[in-house]
């Protein structure tokens, strides 16, 4: 019913939308172009369109620049609401097997292992369940990063949550490193507890 939909690739939006038959305009907002696109985005809503934002992938606007267009929209009075949908960060922490009552989310770990000790340093003491995101062609060499400033903590590695290849891997940081580290690759999208 929305005059827009945004999307991080109209590619893969697309394929959703012919399913059910859908013919409402997408346009690319993603990490790349989202700061060139969203003035005329907000312009477009300013003058009363609606635009939904959708996402490949987990909850829009969870590490996505989708909350900066938020941001925008609530400092320029512009009404905003959501529909959840799939989230790897409460999905990652249900299947876990860890505690739930109290969580905190650090986005993605840093790419360099010295800037992610450093993090893992900052959250060694607090106590709640810790979750990331993190990269697939990193996660082994981060396991090995949360074993050493942790003590080897239990851990779940959840990766392709509620898609066709969805994996849980528990048990102490080392322990799943070793299941990753003798794989030729890791893929997908991952998110760690």
């Known amino acids: 019913a929305v005059d827009t939909l945004l999307c991080e690739d109209t590619r893969t939006t697309a394929k959703l939308l012919e399913r059910y038959g859908i013919r409402t305009r997408l346009m690319a907002y993603h990490e790349h172009n989202a700061a060139k696109v969203r003035p005329a985005i907000l312009r ?5 369109q609606s635009i939904a934002l959708v996402s490949d992938a987990g909850m829009p606007l ?5 909350y900066r267009l938020v941001a925008d929209c609530v400092a320029n009075e512009i009404p905003v609401t959501a529909i959840p949908g799939a989230s790897a960060v409460l999905t990652a922490l249900a ?9 905190v989310f650090l986005g993605f770990l840093p790419a360099k292992s ?3 000790k450093k993090l ?5 003491n607090v106590k ?3 979750i990331t995101f993190e990269s697939p ?4 060499e981060a396991l090995v990063d949360v074993a050493g400033v942790m003590n080897n903590p239990r851990v779940a590695v959840t990766r392709e949550l509620t898609k066709l290849h969805e994996e849980v891997l528990r048990g102490t ?10 794989r030729p690759s890791v893929k997908g999208e991952i998110t760690l507890v």
């Open 173 to 182: 940081a080392m322990e799943v490193h070793e299941i990753l580290s003798t």
């Open 114 to 116: 010295g800037e992610r």
């Open 128 to 130: 709640a369940t810790l």
């Open 120 to 124: 893992l340093t900052e959250f060694m």
């Open 62 to 66: 969870v590490s996505d620049p989708g």
């Open 95 to 103: 299947l876990s097997g860890l505690p739930t009552d109290r969580f």
């Open 44 to 48: 477009a809503l300013g003058e009363g």
């Open 137 to 140: 062609h990193r996660i082994v």
